[in-house]
């Protein structure tokens, strides 16, 4: 599966259940970062691991690099 592709199914899928009926919530600073930490979780399944050319080894997305890659894929 690609990689556009599960992002998508995750804007489908996890993001409508976690925001089901949200208008009712009072979201306080804590569960707002509870919720990124989350979906920077997913992100990286989702993006998996990078090779690094340079250093010869594999390295995980920072979190900048996740949402250009995220950005640049929807």
Known sequence: MSKKLKLRLKNITIDKTLTCASENWTL????????????????????GPVYYNEKENWRILSNKEKYASVKNLL
């Open 28 to 47: 306080t600073k804590t569960d707002r970062k509870q919720l990124n930490i989350f979906e920077r979780k997913v992100y990286r399944i989702i993006l």
